[in-house]
């Protein structure tokens, strides 16, 4: 039998205009008066019309989104792509995502956007991260202010947000040693961070720290050397630091730990035919030059699908009241050029559950 507000009314001891107030969360009602209520409403397996609550609500709530330039790392397009189709399938629960973007090469740019996104006071804010001592900033702020926060991509833990969604870099660092361990002839690696401060990005360095620690566990016969690539320096003088680390170490493998290996694959292959390359991410870049055989090896980080959850599970928040994981860890896919064709598919959210979850309650 379908309870009803009265129900809930009777059982609480007040009016149905307060039960409304409560499951609609508008309107003054006292703390007191509100623990009555859900608690008539926990006794009774009250079960809302979430139809019901969407079409109640009048005000539009408002998402503001930070991300980098995805022209300066096509591994940001999926992120957004996710992102975008979560706002397309959750509009009618009346919310609105606002994308702003920052140079992923100037921490100040990124202060400056995040500083301008909170003057509209959004009822909650994403934060793709690169940048992880503005990220902390950011954040702290946003915490001060009552606003929510959601962390994509780089692992941050000692500040207080809603959730992080992304890989556990350090369990993706230890699986390529795994694989560099059981792969015959691979013994010296070169580990190359595209990056403007090491220091500042701690979810490439964990990359790093995993893959020391899983090829150490192997024995004495690995090697590992690792060289920072600044994002502004040239091709050319880009290439040229890689090769002559290769040479004087002479490394079999070159692990990325971002997603730029399509910009030097073809150049290191070239110069060095037997050289072992991995890379992050099925960008439609890296896809070709797997295709070509540029690239031997590629470490997926399921950007799409954590664009996605991010919508996804702030809504489910939103509406169903429910809790969100504080960590919410993605699936690591590998990719090699024999089950390439099986992810080269055009991207569709047949792998998530439709928005009828909420309905559901999942």
């Known amino acids: 039998m379908k309870v009803k507000i009265k129900d809930i009314a009777a059982r609480a001891g007040v009016s149905t205009g307060t039960v409304d107030r409560v499951i609609h969360s508008r309107?003054?009602?006292?703390?007191?008066?509100?623990?009555?209520?859900?608690?008539?409403?926990?006794?009774?397996?009250?079960?809302?019309?979430?139809?019901?609550?969407?079409?109640?609500?009048?005000?539009?709530?408002?998402?503001?989104i930070l991300l980098p330039y995805p022209y300066q790392d096509a591994y940001w397009k999926?992120?957004?792509?996710?992102?975008?189709?979560?706002?397309?399938?959750?509009?009618?629960?009346?919310?609105?995502?606002?994308?702003?973007?920052?140079?992923?090469?100037?921490?100040?740019?990124?202060?400056?956007?995040?500083?301008?996104?909170?003057e509209h006071r959004p009822d909650i804010v994403l934060l793709g991260s690169e940048y992880h001592h503005q990220t902390l900033d950011l954040v702290r702020i946003?915490?001060?202010?009552?606003?929510?926060?959601?962390?994509?991509?780089a692992e941050i833990n000692s500040i207080p947000r809603l959730s992080f969604i992304g890989i556990n870099s350090y369990a993706v660092g230890e699986l390529v040693g795994r694989i560099i361990r059981n792969t015959r002839g691979l013994h010296h690696v070169l580990v190359v961070h595209n990056t403007e401060n090491i220091e500042n990005t701690p979810h490439l360095k964990n990359k790093e720290i995993g893959l020391r620690s899983s090829l150490a566990e192997a024995g004495p016969?690995?090697?590992?050397?690792?060289?920072?690539?600044?994002?502004?320096?040239?091709?050319?003088?880009?290439?040229?630091?890689?090769?002559?680390?290769i040479s004087d170490h002479e490394a079999d493998t070159v692990y990325f730990s971002t997603s730029r290996a399509y910009q030097f694959s073809v150049a290191l292959k070239k110069k060095f035919p037997g050289l072992y390359i991995i890379g992050h991410d099925l960008i439609d870049q890296h896809i070709r030059l797997m295709e070509k055989g540029a690239i031997d090896l590629l470490i997926d980080q399921s950007g799409y699908r954590m664009g996605y959850l991010s919508i996804r599970s702030w809504v489910h928040h939103l509406i169903m009241d429910q809790e969100i994981p504080s960590t919410q860890?993605?699936?690591?896919?590998?990719?090699?050029?024999?089950?390439?064709?099986?992810?080269?598919l055009p991207r569709t959210l047949e792998e998530f559950p439709s928005s009828t979850m909420i309905q559901e309650g999942f």
């Open 221 to 245: 016969n690995f090697r590992v050397e690792d060289i920072v690539i600044r994002n502004e320096a040239s091709r050319n003088q880009t290439m040229a630091a890689i090769s002559r680390a």
């Open 78 to 118: 999926i992120v957004r792509d996710g992102i975008e189709e979560g706002l397309r399938e959750f509009s009618p629960y009346r919310i609105q995502g606002q994308i702003h973007y920052y140079d992923m090469n100037d921490s100040i740019h990124f202060h400056q956007i995040g500083s301008e996104m909170l």
């Open 142 to 153: 946003c915490h001060q202010q009552d606003i929510p926060c959601i962390i994509l991509n």
């Open 27 to 64: 309107g003054r009602v006292s703390h007191k008066t509100r623990e009555l209520v859900e608690k008539a409403m926990h006794e009774l397996e009250y079960k809302p019309d979430i139809v019901a609550r969407m079409l109640a609500r009048r005000d539009q709530r408002l998402i503001k």
């Open 329 to 344: 860890y993605l699936p690591i896919k590998i990719i090699y050029p024999e089950n390439l064709p099986f992810f080269h």
